[in-house]
């Protein structure tokens, strides 16, 4: 998985291609971990994302929660078939925002 | 009916177990779709068994892949020889609650069992046996 950076004031955002998977999802983890302090907008383009497990459902769980906690947004977009179906089996589709 | 083989389960090898899959379905037109959901129940199956089978210690797993005729439908098995344990017996996540009432645990196997056609466990000679079963359409 490749995970691309661009940082704009208060808003960040993460682009992923690859598979979110077991071995990756930590990558992601700490990648937010590092660089979303003070971030206020946190978008997460999955325009070139294959697939995700629960690992990374995992992830956005936990970056989702910190989101709210400290009044940030975060939105997921350019979701593929594939993965809004995971989203709405696993119920994610009414935690995250997708766009 | 295909195999790959590990003498110790590891996480790393997950990608090898992937690419193992992948090559098989590729070779019979599976459609993309049915690539990714059989990709994530391998992904979750075989971390499940990577992490906790063998506890703190080492011990091996297969994966056999075979494809079944008339409907076709793809068969993939799991097998170690680590601590018993039924996946299939765990409680369905609460899929309804919030963000903050959420947890993960359980996410991963509800996944595959509502992808998958067929899941199937059962204890035999000393080894845990998980079989998915995928009906592939349209080819």
Known sequence: MEINKIKDGEKLTVELSGRLDTTTAPDLEAELNANTEGVKELVLDFENLAYISSAGLRVLLSAQKNANKNGASMVIKNVCDEINEVFDITGFSDILTVE | ?139
Request: net charge negative; proline share 4%.
């Open chain 2, 1 to 139: 009916m295909k195999q790959i083989k590990f003498n110790r389960a590891n996480i790393e090898d997950i990608s090898a177990v992937t690419e193992f899959v992948e090559e098989q379905l590729e070779i019979i037109n599976c459609p993309m779709k049915t690539i990714i959901q059989i990709n994530v129940a391998v992904d979750e199956i075989y971390s499940n068994i990577a992490k906790f089978a063998y506890g703190e210690a080492d011990g091996p797993v297969t994966v056999s892949l075979e494809i079944k005729e008339n409907p076709k439908a793809i068969l993939i098995k799991f097998e170690d020889n680590g601590i018993p344990y039924n996946p299939l017996e765990r409680e369905d996540p609460d899929i309804t609650l919030s963000a903050e009432e959420r947890s993960i645990g359980g996410l991963g196997i509800f996944m595959v069992k509502k992808t998958m056609d067929n899941v199937d466990y059962r204890y035999e000679n000393k080894t845990n046996i998980l079989t998915i079963e995928k009906t592939v359409e349209g080819i």
